[in-house]
């Protein structure tokens, strides 16, 4: 089965600073990939996906993120924090070839911005 | 834009009532879910449903039933609330079984 681990519970920036939050996965082969934003008090949002092709890919709000097989990593990075991206970031994996076809979710990352 | 609504923001019960939280979907998506999110656990998968009057449980569905007779509605009952139930519940609606799109998350409080 697939496995997804978030090594950073908290993350702290500066507002104008760049920004790289972790993903790692295990799977024996190429998974999809996702990022999900949630805001306090709110359900959680795509910020992108991955399921082939370009191993960089770009989503909303200006997150990108790249898919590094040899490091079985999907890092989601922006080149400039904002206050409102403070929130907490899940990292999720599917397994699109055999087993269990429910994305895993990573159990977050809270990120805090200062100003 | 797909919109996943849920019945409540906050609901408040008591020990051993029995509990319905609804959620509605409006873009056709055959695969619905529900989890609940608390602090360093993430989001805990509890039933999840590919078709209408189909249900399959998750990785925690102890305590819990689903009930999805309308391919829009897709309901989980708590048959008599204990205290460890207090959560965030999640509902989730995807075409497929991996891009989900997420209703705004009922908490649950139960004293």
């Known amino acids: 089965a697939q496995s997804v681990t978030q090594p950073d519970i908290h993350i702290t920036v500066s507002e104008g600073a760049s920004l790289e939050l972790r993903c790692n996965y295990s799977?024996?082969?190429?998974?999809?990939l996702f990022w999900y934003v949630q805001s306090p008090g709110q359900g959680l949002q795509l910020l992108l996906k991955?399921?082939?092709?370009?191993?960089l890919v770009q989503g909303i709000k200006g997150f990108e993120a790249e898919f590094k097989r040899s490091q079985s990593s999907f890092n989601l990075r922006k080149p400039s924090v904002h206050w409102s991206d403070a929130a907490e970031y899940f990292c999720?994996?599917?397994?699109?070839?055999?087993?269990?076809?429910?994305?895993?979710f990573g159990r977050g990352t809270s990120l805090i911005v200062h100003p | 834009d797909v919109k996943v609504t849920q019945s409540s923001r906050y609901l408040v019960k008591r020990t051993g009532e029995k509990v319905f939280l609804e959620c509605v979907q409006d873009m056709d998506h055959e695969n619905m879910f529900w989890y609940r999110q608390d602090p360093g656990l993430g989001l805990r998968l509890i039933y999840f449903?590919?078709?209408?009057?189909?249900?399959e449980k998750g990785d925690i569905p102890e305590g819990y039933s689903v009930s999805r007779e309308k391919k829009e509605r897709f309901s989980l009952i708590l048959e008599s609330a204990s205290t460890n139930q207090t959560s965030m519940y999640l509902c989730?609606?995807?075409?497929?079984?991996?891009?989900?799109?997420f209703g705004p998350g009922t908490r649950l409080t139960v004293t």
């Open positions: 799977y024996g082969a190429t998974p999809y």
């Open positions: 991955y399921f082939s092709g370009d191993t």
């Open positions: 989730a609606s995807s075409t497929d079984f991996y891009e989900q799109y």
């Open positions: 999720a994996v599917g397994a699109p070839a055999g087993g269990s076809y429910i994305p895993t």
């Open positions: 449903s590919y078709d209408v009057k189909m249900k």
